[in-house]
């Protein structure tokens, strides 16, 4: 999700990725949040 305490998703996929291995996962994430900034930042993780 998006939204989550002390990290929020995209930061999260952003750590996972840094790491190495989340490059060769597939990642979906959810939200019911709906701010098209948000959105946009996810892709950008490329999530």
Known sequence: DI???KM????ML????EDGWGSK???LL???DSNPEHIK???KADA
């Open 41 to 43: 930042e996810t892709l």
């Open 8 to 11: 929020d998703g995209v930061d």
């Open 3 to 5: 939204v989550m305490p």
């Open 14 to 17: 952003k750590k996972l990725r």
């Open 25 to 27: 996962v597939p990642v």
């Open 30 to 32: 959810l939200t019911n």
